[in-house]
């Protein structure tokens, strides 16, 4: 199955007739995908032997009216989207310099049924020597986030008894994949992390960390996991790397 029949499928199995409904217009989710995939190819440059970049960060720029019937599922088309472009990317050989962003935007001068494909080039979040490393390029967090405020404590093996290196990310985007690979929105560089050892995920209010079969495991308080949902105060270790999960009363 090719990565557009794979995007489909996905689409199919979420709300049931939801995209069907949001999209009465000619407009389809799987004409973005493959002007995504296209973009991707267009704007493909080898930067080393065995290196191809390729954009990482997409807008998709709508119709003011489908953007208004889109505005509601956009974070699970954004998910699905990004997901798409990963893929590609493992089939076609192609890198990225960090994590891959989707994002929607309604314009006046384009008509309903019609779009266009913006992308860029931009690094991620990394974790480096005691230091979360935030480019002057990396896109503004949007104001607010989550009920609660849920972040992580991020310390790593040189952290003192005093927390003294200890920073905090703000968890402000409903999928959130953890990891040595550039293409992470929050890169660890540890050894003992997998290059995507695990993602975040907001659901229904819920902050859920899921193992993504990293080779030396996740652990949470201690314990192996595979999908735990996290609470104020949960810590969790991804190989030499301490990730303190918290949350303010949301109530």
Do not use: W
């Amino acid at each position: 199955m090719g990565v557009l029949q794979r995007f489909e499928s996905r689409l199919e199995g979420m709300v049931e007739g939801a995209f069907a409904r949001a999209f009465k217009s000619e407009l389809q989710p799987v004409e973005v995908a493959s002007a995504i995939q296209r973009e991707m190819d267009d704007r493909a440059a080898i930067v080393a032997q065995g290196r191809t970049l390729v954009p990482n960060d997409f807008v998709v720029e709508l119709a003011e009216d489908d953007y208004a019937r889109l505005d509601v599922y956009a974070d699970s088309l954004g998910i699905e989207l990004a997901t798409l472009a990963r893929e590609y990317a493992k089939e076609q050989g192609y890198s990225f310099v960090g994590p891959v962003r989707m994002r929607f935007e309604g314009v006046r001068d384009l008509t309903t049924g019609m779009f266009r494909i913006l992308s860029g080039v931009i690094r991620g979040t990394t974790v480096e020597d005691g230091e979360i490393r935030r480019p002057a390029s990396d896109l503004p967090q949007p104001a607010g986030g989550f009920h609660g405020k849920p972040r992580l404590l991020v310390s790593g093996p040189e952290a003192g008894s005093d927390g003294s290196t200890q920073r905090t990310y703000e968890i402000s985007a409903p999928l959130i994949i953890l990891g040595r690979g550039t293409d992470c929105d929050l890169r660890l560089v540890d050894p003992g992390v997998s290059r995507h050892h695990a993602e975040i995920r907001v659901e229904d209010g819920e902050v859920v960390l899921v193992d993504l079969g990293s080779t030396n495991g996740t652990f949470v308080n201690g314990q192996p996991v595979r999908r735990v949902a996290l609470t104020d105060g949960t810590r969790v270790t991804l190989g030499r790397t301490t990730l303190v999960f918290r949350r303010d009363s949301i109530y």
